[in-house]
């Protein structure tokens, strides 16, 4: 769970992985994603970025489940506890077409320990969406975040998402988020996709939707950034 910090505006990955994707996403924020040799094979990391600096670091497992991300604006940390019930499954999705899953995610900060249960549904919608030349499966998702003592609910969303099938993974889409009664929504999908010796790869400004009106009050938790941005001026 390491990253070198970004230097004149790059991101530099630890020594023994390679970087293989920069996405810059809807929403004023881009991420940059690799491998480690010394890592289980197929799994990812995942650093990104807003108009701020570095917001988060996050790794996944070859079926994109999120094991672990730190978010250091508010010095926390979020991890995946023992064996899920009904484990997030990539392959499942590409495989059936739908994925339900029920999991436990603990987080870690100032304010202490809570664990969250997380369960919900993903399912493709049979529709194929390009962006930036790159052909996407579009997923209609919908998630529940609860307290794993009281069983209060935390948070709920539901909404669209991207799946890039030859790199196994996922971005976010348009959703609306439900918290405390009060709906926002939001929409962070991809942009550009930058792959090695690019123009833009490995730099980590974001570029779109950067000089919106409004401020983007939402930061999407980690298990919808499966992990996660159109242009509105494109």
Partial sequence: M?????????????????????????????SHYWRCEAAPEGTV???????????SLSVYDPDFQWLDSQYFRENTREHLTETAPDPASLGELLETGQDSYAFVIREEGPEGIRDVVHQGQDRLTGRTVVIDGVELLETEYTSTAMDADSGEEIFAV??????????????????????DGEEMKNDFSPVRFIRPGEAGFTEMTPLYGCNATEEIGYQPPASAQRKEKRNDDL
């Avoid at 539901?158 to 988020?177: H, I």
Wanted: glycine letters at 12%; hydrophobic letters at 40%; one cysteine or more.
């Fill in 158 to 179: 539901a909404g669209n998402q991207y799946v890039l099938a030859e790199e196994r993974l996922f971005f976010l889409g348009a959703d609306s988020f439900l918290q």
């Fill in 45 to 55: 990391w995942e650093v990104h970025y807003d108009s701020e600096g570095i917001y």
């Fill in 2 to 30: 390491t990253a070198l910090p970004a230097l004149a505006g790059s991101i530099e990955v630890p020594e023994g992985c390679a970087g293989f994707l920069t996405v810059q996403q809807k929403g004023c924020g881009v």
